[in-house]
C-alpha cells in the first residue's frame, strides 16, 4: 500500500522561510507532487518531483530524494496569502497513474 | 483553455435521496479522478479511470457509491441512498496519464455536499 506523512501544522513569520517536510511508501514510484489547498477552495498543483534533487520554481523549492522515500517544499520570502494546506501526493503506476495525497500541513504565517 | 468543470457546485440533500455528481475532465486527458475530502479524512481517493475503464474502485466507501464513465468527457458519481456522513466536498480531477510529469493532476472546483 501507500502511506504518506507530514505535519498537521506549521506556523512561520511574513518574510521568513519554511520547510515542509513528506514521508512516503510505495511501489511503483512515478513522481511526488506538491499541491497548495486555500480554505473553501480546490488543491492547485505547485511542484512535481521524480528525479532526486531540487526544483526550483520561484519562491518556491520542492525536494525529492527517493533512496529515503522524502521530500520537502521550501517557501521562501512568505506572503500572508500563503497561509493555506500543502499537501504531498505520490503517484505509482498501476494500470495507470493512481495518485494518493496525504493529510496535509497547515501552514499559518504571521506577520 | 477549460479547466475540470464539475456540478453541481453545492447540493443540500435530504438522507435518503440519490446525488448525482457530474464531471467533465480537461479535453485531451484520459485519467480521471474522483476524490472525496472531509477534516477528518483529508483527500480520500474514491477511484480512478484510465481511458474511460475503472482501474481501482478500492476506495469507494461502500456499494452505495457507483461511478461511470461514459466516454471520454463526461463522468458520474453516484450515491444512492445519500446518509450524513456523505457530506463532504466531492472533487473531480484529471490528467493526461502519461509517465513523468504527464500525470499531474488538475482539479475541479469541488462539488459542495451536505445530507440532512
Known amino acids: 500500500g501507500q502511506n504518506i506523512d507530514q505535519p498537521t501544522e506549521m506556523t512561520a513569520t511574513e518574510g521568513a522561510i519554511v520547510q515542509i517536510n513528506c514521508t512516503y511508501q510505495t511501489s511503483g514510484f512515478n513522481g511526488l507532487f506538491w499541491y497548495q489547498q486555500h480554505a473553501g477552495e480546490a488543491p492547485t498543483f505547485l511542484s512535481y518531483n521524480v528525479l532526486d534533487g531540487l526544483e526550483e520554481k520561484g519562491r518556491f523549492s520542492s525536494f525529492l530524494s527517493r533512496s529515503k522515500g522524502y521530500s520537502y517544499l521550501l517557501l521562501k520570502e512568505l506572503q500572508m496569502k500563503d497561509s493555506a494546506s500543502y499537501l504531498c501526493?505520490?503517484?505509482?503506476?498501476?494500470?495507470?497513474?493512481?495518485?494518493?495525497f496525504g493529510a496535509g500541513t497547515r501552514l499559518f504565517v504571521k506577520a | 483553455d477549460a479547466g475540470v468543470i464539475q456540478s453541481p457546485r453545492h447540493e443540500v440533500t435530504e438522507m435518503g435521496q440519490e446525488v448525482t455528481l457530474r464531471c467533465k475532465p480537461i479535453?485531451?486527458?484520459?485519467?480521471l479522478f474522483w476524490y472525496r475530502q472531509t477534516m477528518m479524512r483529508g483527500l480520500e481517493l474514491l477511484i480512478y479511470f484510465n481511458n474511460n475503464v475503472p482501474i481501482d474502485d478500492s476506495g469507494m466507501p461502500e456499494d452505495r457509491f457507483s461511478a461511470k464513465m461514459p466516454n471520454a468527457s463526461f463522468s458520474t458519481l453516484k450515491i444512492q441512498p445519500s446518509e450524513p456522513r456523505d457530506s463532504a466536498v466531492y472533487f473531480c480531477?484529471?490528467?493526461?496519464?502519461?509517465?513523468?510529469?504527464?500525470?499531474?493532476?488538475?482539479f475541479g472546483e469541488g462539488s459542495w455536499l451536505t445530507v440532512v
Open positions: 479535453s485531451g486527458h484520459n485519467s
Open positions: 501526493a505520490v503517484s505509482n503506476h498501476t494500470g495507470g497513474f493512481k495518485t494518493i
Open positions: 480531477a484529471s490528467s493526461m496519464g502519461h509517465p513523468g510529469g504527464g500525470n499531474t493532476i488538475y
